[in-house]
């Protein structure tokens, strides 16, 4: 079970681009992050991902917009990021790392208990939705036993997590790459990491319903493929940035039906705001990568610097 502790923590910190769905399945609220600020989507002048600049008087923090997963191995341009990494005070990367420890967090201990089962999770689904959920842990190279949890949430959590894997899509990069960079050149990286217990709990305490529509939403990301992820991301390497937006979100609305999901996603925006703030009160220029959706939706980190009085200025200006 500590290989769900870690997917629960990374996912639910971390939402991933899945199945499509035009509306939101019973159950399940609707994408946090739909609504964007038209204005902030373009596509980049220079070639490779897209930059935003955030400006005061004598600071410039460069925004870098990258999807949540990305093909491994998936090749992008990164002359701009060296260009900006020279003389750089700060690089600032996703803020969605998550971690518990269970000797010194007795409720995540407690939440593990009630999450785990002595019996596979389709053991509790009726026929068709049970064939289904087999078929997709078969695709994702996992046997019955890999699921053995009574929650729907965590089992759909662990299902796309698995398929990810076997699909060879990862959210570790860009960013990991990035901070790699950034660190051969000796700038100093910043990242957060959050305390996993009340994810945890939050999981446990799902509604059944919710729990359900998240399975529906994973095991329709496990029969869509990694296609609109890989499409995404080519987009992405171009500057395209309305096209690597356009990675179907259904299972963001999974992540916000766990209580508390809501206060998690405005502290995350809160935080990573607060860093770029921070870095602007530095005399010269700043990195920070943020992904797409939280740094362009209404409410997110780049609505959020603008409402603060800074200037921002768009990948098609620079």
């Avoid at 999807?67 to 900006?84: A, F, H, M, Y």
């Avoid at 785990?116 to 999770?121: N, Q």
């Avoid at 390497?237 to 206060?263: D, H, N, Q, T």
Wanted: hydrophobic share 50%.
């Amino acid at each position: 079970m500590m290989r769900l502790i870690a997917v629960l923590c990374g996912m639910l910190l971390l939402a991933t681009p899945l199945a499509a769905s035009s509306q939101a399945p019973s159950g399940l609220p609707q994408d946090p992050d739909a609504v964007l600020v038209e204005e902030l989507v373009v596509t980049a002048r220079e070639i490779g991902p897209a930059w935003w600049r955030v400006s005061d008087a004598d600071s410039t923090v460069y925004v870098m917009g990258v999807p949540s997963v990305i093909p491994k191995g998936s090749g992008w341009d990164p002359s701009v990021l060296e260009r900006r990494l020279e003389g750089a005070n700060l690089v600032i990367l996703p803020f969605n790392n998550a971690s518990v420890n269970l000797l010194t967090a007795p409720g995540a201990v407690v939440s593990l208990l009630r999450l785990r089962s002595s019996t596979p999770f389709e053991e509790t689904l009726e026929g068709p939705l049970r064939a289904r959920f087999v078929a997709a842990r078969a695709q994702a190279g996992q046997d019955a036993d890999r699921y053995k949890t009574r929650n729907g949430m965590a089992a759909a959590l662990l299902l796309v997590s698995d398929y990810r894997d076997a699909a060879r899509l990862t959210a570790a990069d860009p960013a990991k790459t990035i901070g790699r960079m950034a660190a051969a050149r000796g700038v100093r990286v910043e990242a957060k990491t959050y305390d996993a217990a009340p994810l945890l709990a939050a999981v446990v305490r799902t509604p059944a319903a919710a729990q359900r529509a998240c399975v529906l939403e994973a095991l329709a990301a496990v029969e869509a493929g990694p296609a609109s992820a890989e499409a995404a991301a080519r987009a992405w390497a171009w500057g395209r940035v309305r096209e690597a937006l356009g990675g179907e979100r259904s299972y963001e609305r999974c992540i916000a039906a766990a209580p508390g999901a809501a206060e998690l996603d405005a502290r995350l925006k809160a935080d990573q705001t607060a860093s770029i703030v921070a870095a602007l009160k530095r005399p010269g220029h700043s990195i920070a990568v943020v992904q797409l959706r939280p740094l362009l939706a209404q409410g997110g980190v780049l609505d959020r610097l603008g409402a603060l009085g800074y200037e921002i200025r768009t990948p098609a200006e620079d």
